[in-house]
């Protein structure tokens, strides 16, 4: 594209007389420019909004995590000295393996369900439009909304979850405040309202797969389980790595649902056993008012789930190889 | 010349975006004329009832021309960030901003610059009206006074008659108060209605509340008289945790996280818990939760031994960048002035913090918890409360011992345990 235009245009060509080739090479010359820099101007709106926001934060956040930055007071370099102080916190690793536990807790259930859905809706049944879009409705509700409702369903003296444990024989549960049952409650919050979403994406994948695959495995009597085996899951890969890397990230930024489900608090239970990377980086900065402290911590978690990415995208394009 | 023209609208494009993008940073502000109408801001957290009794409406009535603003977040853990974040901007912040009592200490040492001193307002004459201790806290080394004072927190116990009836323990404030003249004996009152209680009904809402309100008679806290944190070393502290522990350990809690837990809310009415440390402004709390149904049920009286005990209490201040810094400072003056004090108290139970509005209501009684001398009590608390030294990291303290004990009661670590991770939080925190 640049060559061409930089290509001097035959009706352009400069006739003999002083005053006007300079005037002319002049013109040309900023016709040059013009056809160098357009393109770059034309493209140039989405780099100015990137570069204010999500350059621009990138590097200050980063600049920030080198000084101690109380709130409401001015900043002193301190080197790498709020590195150390995070990687020698135990509340650091506690956060991170809690990130990591809830995220399995979420996620896997989370994409089991939504395969089985969707592979169901995908059959023609009465009312599908209806389930389909009742099957979304998780996903537009709120998450503080969400959160509060679920708080009182999960109440240790008043719940439903609990009254129907009790209709079993089962004592009630105290599960706010212990350590997994409050994570298996985020967990259900979490899978509540991403299921559908998901269930949906697969669907769509579902229905891009030739009904001529389907056909043939049924001539060669396969069953309903062995076409999901050996049609729908191969022609769905690429989709299932999609959300699981969407949920993967989704999972490592998690924030809402377990702060609400503490009551707002950042602490994430008495004993920290369901603070999440995003709620102790919420706590330094705003309840605390260590801005560089929290700094830190998002660069970290920025890291981590850049690792993670990659770490995705090997392991499917290894598979790929192994299957070529 | 049509491409020379592209390029340029393609650049004005650019530069448009690029101000509109910057825009935002610069918040244009125009100082007010001093004369004419005024629209005051105030920006406040909880309940400090001056909406709930009208009293922005009354003081409009009173000074034409003077409009109030008024907004309020509910939990001062979110507002106080939030302000923070206002104050470092210095754009947002409304003309009179609340201060709770332990950041008190914190505004003093780091913010003086962010705040305006008193005394060069009008509200200047209403710095002696206190209780001795009440604006020294919000007084400064250099002696400006960033803030007035509006109530504090005389600490009794409140509880629950009808449940306290049904285990057999007496149900009269005064002989409640004579069976429980320290806080074993409160203990001991805890395991006999253990024993004789109705299902589902423990003795006392939660370690974490009966631990501020024991260390709520202490003076020296968390800090020592020359500004240094000792909480480790402060055998009041120690013991205070120990003893809630130890309450928690017994079974004698109903493991309700203060203010967080919605459990704890449905308690006041659903009778969780028969006791709980009882702040004045808690009174307006608990006929809040536990609504008209609660009504005669609940009862006060004071603490064990009949000590004195203050949790809790706060400020109104006016930020240095408010442009209508002396019409502020006459709306603060006037609300914390003792009529309208003793209105606050009549109405949700804060207590007041000078000493005219004291006089005016230590003879109140309160038909709600069955005609209790709320007046009395609280009064005498405030009167035998000593003064407490506060500093700057009192909050993080305070909640990591708090949350300490309620490992204790709901995931049974050992007080020991409970302690030391306590000790490494705080250290990691404060440094």
Same mark, same amino acid.
């Given at each position: 594209?640049?060559?061409?235009l930089?290509?001097?245009?035959?009706?352009e060509?400069?006739?003999?007389g002083?005053?006007?080739t300079?005037?002319l090479?002049?013109r040309?010359?900023?016709h040059?420019?013009?056809g160098?820099?357009?393109p770059?101007?034309?493209?140039?709106?989405?780099?100015?909004?990137?570069?204010?926001f999500?350059l621009?934060p990138l590097?200050?956040t980063?600049w920030i995590?080198?000084?101690?930055?109380?709130?409401?007071?001015?900043?002193?370099?301190?080197?790498?000295?709020?590195?150390?102080?995070?990687?020698?916190?135990?509340?650091f690793?506690n956060?991170l393996?809690?990130?990591i536990?809830?995220?399995?807790l979420?996620?896997?259930?989370?994409?089991?369900?939504?395969l089985?859905?969707?592979?169901?809706?995908?059959?023609?049944?009465?009312?599908?439009?209806?389930?389909r879009?009742?099957?979304?409705?998780?996903?537009?509700?709120s998450v503080?909304?969400?959160?509060?409702?679920?708080?009182l369903?999960?109440g240790?003296?008043?719940g439903?979850v609990?009254?129907?444990?009790?209709?079993?024989?089962?004592?009630?549960?105290?599960w706010?405040n212990?350590?997994?049952?409050?994570?298996?409650?985020?967990?259900?919050?979490?899978i509540?309202r991403?299921?559908?979403?998901n269930?949906?994406?697969?669907?769509a994948?579902?229905?891009?797969?030739?009904?001529?695959?389907?056909?043939?495995a049924?001539?060669?009597?396969?069953?309903?389980?062995?076409q999901?085996r050996?049609?729908?899951?191969?022609g769905?890969?690429?989709?299932?790595?999609?959300t699981i890397?969407?949920?993967?990230i989704g999972?490592?930024?998690?924030f809402?649902?377990p702060?609400?489900?503490?009551g707002?608090?950042?602490?994430?239970?008495?004993v920290?056993?369901?603070?999440?990377?995003?709620?102790?980086?919420y706590?330094q900065g705003?309840?605390f008012g260590?801005?560089?402290r929290?700094?830190?911590?998002?660069?970290?978690?920025?890291?981590?789930?850049?690792?993670?990415?990659?770490?995705?995208t090997?392991?499917?394009?290894?598979?790929n190889?192994?299957e070529? | 010349m049509p491409?020379p023209?592209?390029?340029?609208?393609a650049?004005a494009?650019?530069?448009?975006?690029?101000?509109?993008?910057?825009?935002c940073?610069?918040g244009?502000?125009t100082?007010?004329?001093?004369?004419?109408?005024v629209?005051?801001?105030v920006?406040l957290?909880g309940?400090?009832g001056?909406d709930?009794?009208?009293?922005f409406k009354?003081y409009?009535?009173?000074? &034409?021309?003077v409009t109030?603003?008024?907004?309020?977040?509910q939990?001062e853990?979110?507002y106080?960030?939030?302000?923070q974040?206002?104050l470092a901007s210095?754009?947002g912040?409304?003309?009179?901003? /609340?201060?709770e009592v332990s950041r008190i200490?914190?505004?003093t040492a780091?913010?003086?610059?962010?705040?305006t001193?008193?005394?060069d307002?009008p509200?200047?004459?209403?710095?002696?009206?206190?209780?001795?201790?009440?604006?020294?806290?919000a007084t400064?080394k250099?002696?400006?006074?960033l803030?007035?004072?509006?109530?504090?927190?005389?600490t /009794?116990?409140c509880?629950?008659?009808?449940l306290?009836?049904?285990?057999?323990?007496?149900?009269? &404030?005064?002989?409640?108060?004579?069976?429980?003249?320290?806080w074993?004996?409160?203990?001991?009152?805890?395991?006999?209605?253990?024993?004789?209680?109705?299902?589902?009904?423990?003795?006392?809402?939660s370690?974490?509340?009966?631990y501020?309100?024991?260390i709520?008679?202490q003076?020296?806290?968390?800090?020592?008289?020359s500004?240094?944190?000792?909480?480790?070393?402060?055998?009041a502290?120690?013991?205070?945790f120990?003893?809630?522990?130890?309450?928690?350990?017994?079974?004698?809690?109903?493991? !309700?996280?203060?203010?967080? #837990?919605?459990g704890?809310?449905q308690?006041?009415?659903?009778?969780?818990f028969?006791?709980?440390?009882? &702040?004045?402004?808690?009174?307006?709390?608990?006929?809040?939760?536990?609504?008209?149904?609660g009504?005669?049920?609940?009862?006060?009286?004071?603490l064990?031994?009949?000590?004195?005990?203050?949790?809790?209490?706060?400020?109104?201040?006016?930020?240095?960048?408010s442009q209508?810094?002396?019409?502020?400072?006459?709306?603060?003056?006037?609300?914390?002035?003792p009529?309208?004090?003793?209105?606050?108290?009549?109405?949700?139970?804060?207590?007041?913090s000078?000493? /005219?509005?004291?006089?005016?209501?230590?003879?109140?009684?309160?038909?709600?918890?069955?005609?209790?001398?709320?007046?009395?009590?609280?009064?005498?608390?405030?009167?035998a409360?000593?003064?407490?030294?506060?500093?700057?990291?009192d909050?993080?303290?305070?909640?990591? !011992?708090?949350q300490? !004990?309620?490992a204790?009661?709901?995931?049974?670590t050992?007080?020991? #345990?409970?302690?030391?991770?306590a000790?490494t939080?705080?250290?990691n925190?404060?440094?």
């Amino acid at each position: 594209m640049t060559l061409q235009l930089d290509r001097p245009v035959p009706g352009e060509r400069t006739p003999p007389g002083t005053g006007l080739t300079t005037r002319l090479s002049w013109r040309s010359r900023l016709h040059r420019f013009e056809g160098r820099s357009a393109p770059y101007v034309y493209i140039a709106p989405f780099f100015l909004v990137f570069v204010a926001f999500g350059l621009f934060p990138l590097v200050y956040t980063a600049w920030i995590s080198l000084h101690r930055y109380k709130l409401g007071s001015s900043m002193t370099w301190i080197g790498l000295g709020n590195y150390t102080w995070l990687f020698t916190n135990g509340a650091f690793y506690n956060a991170l393996w809690k990130t990591i536990t809830i995220g399995v807790l979420s996620t896997v259930p989370q994409l089991l369900l939504a395969l089985g859905l969707a592979h169901l809706l995908n059959y023609r049944l009465r009312g599908r439009t209806f389930l389909r879009v009742a099957m979304l409705m998780p996903y537009a509700t709120s998450v503080a909304a969400a959160t509060l409702v679920f708080a009182l369903i999960f109440g240790r003296d008043a719940g439903v979850v609990n009254g129907l444990l009790g209709l079993v024989g089962v004592h009630p549960v105290d599960w706010r405040n212990g350590d997994w049952t409050a994570q298996i409650a985020i967990s259900v919050i979490v899978i509540w309202r991403w299921t559908g979403y998901n269930a949906l994406i697969y669907l769509a994948g579902m229905q891009s797969i030739s009904s001529d695959l389907y056909e043939a495995a049924a001539l060669d009597g396969a069953n309903r389980w062995q076409q999901f085996r050996h049609v729908t899951l191969p022609g769905l890969r690429p989709t299932i790595l999609f959300t699981i890397v969407v949920s993967t990230i989704g999972a490592s930024q998690l924030f809402g649902e377990p702060l609400l489900f503490g009551g707002g608090q950042a602490n994430g239970g008495p004993v920290g056993q369901y603070q999440t990377l995003g709620l102790f980086m919420y706590q330094q900065g705003w309840q605390f008012g260590q801005l560089g402290r929290a700094a830190t911590v998002a660069w970290v978690t920025f890291l981590l789930i850049i690792g993670l990415v990659l770490l995705n995208t090997r392991l499917s394009k290894i598979r790929n190889r192994g299957e070529s | 010349m049509p491409i020379p023209r592209k390029t340029s609208a393609a650049v004005a494009v650019a530069a448009t975006l690029a101000l509109a993008l910057t825009a935002c940073g610069s918040g244009a502000s125009t100082p007010a004329a001093s004369s004419g109408p005024v629209e005051l801001k105030v920006s406040l957290f909880g309940t400090f009832g001056y909406d709930e009794v009208g009293l922005f409406k009354k003081y409009e009535a009173e000074n &034409p021309g003077v409009t109030i603003t008024y907004e309020s977040t509910q939990g001062e853990d979110k507002y106080w960030p939030a302000l923070q974040t206002r104050l470092a901007s210095g754009s947002g912040v409304a003309d009179v901003q /609340g201060i709770e009592v332990s950041r008190i200490s914190d505004v003093t040492a780091n913010q003086a610059d962010k705040w305006t001193d008193l005394r060069d307002t009008p509200a200047k004459d209403s710095i002696g009206g206190y209780v001795s201790w009440k604006e020294p806290a919000a007084t400064t080394k250099d002696g400006a006074v960033l803030g007035l004072g509006t109530d504090i927190g005389p600490t /009794g116990i409140c509880y629950r008659s009808d449940l306290l009836a049904k285990a057999g323990l007496p149900t009269d &404030p005064a002989a409640l108060s004579a069976q429980m003249p320290d806080w074993n004996a409160f203990l001991a009152l805890g395991e006999k209605y253990k024993a004789n209680a109705p299902a589902g009904s423990a003795w006392h809402d939660s370690a974490g509340g009966l631990y501020n309100a024991i260390i709520s008679t202490q003076k020296e806290i968390y800090y020592d008289g020359s500004g240094k944190l000792v909480y480790g070393t402060n055998p009041a502290v120690k013991s205070a945790f120990d003893t809630a522990a130890g309450a928690a350990q017994k079974g004698l809690t109903a493991k !309700l996280e203060q203010f967080v #837990d919605p459990g704890w809310d449905q308690g006041f009415s659903s009778g969780s818990f028969a006791t709980i440390a009882c &702040p004045s402004w808690m009174i307006g709390y608990i006929k809040g939760k536990a609504g008209t149904g609660g009504a005669d049920k609940w009862n006060v009286t004071t603490l064990p031994g009949g000590v004195g005990g203050n949790w809790g209490g706060a400020y109104l201040a006016i930020p240095a960048v408010s442009q209508h810094k002396a019409e502020a400072a006459k709306l603060i003056a006037w609300l914390t002035a003792p009529e309208q004090q003793a209105a606050v108290f009549e109405k949700v139970g804060n207590f007041p913090s000078t000493t /005219g509005a004291i006089a005016k209501v230590t003879g109140a009684t309160d038909p709600y918890f069955n005609t209790a001398p709320i007046g009395k009590i609280f009064t005498a608390s405030a009167d035998a409360s000593p003064v407490q030294i506060l500093g700057p990291e009192d909050g993080v303290v305070k909640s990591a !011992l708090v949350q300490a !004990l309620l490992a204790v009661e709901t995931s049974g670590t050992s007080p020991a #345990d409970a302690w030391t991770a306590a000790g490494t939080k705080i250290s990691n925190q404060v440094g």
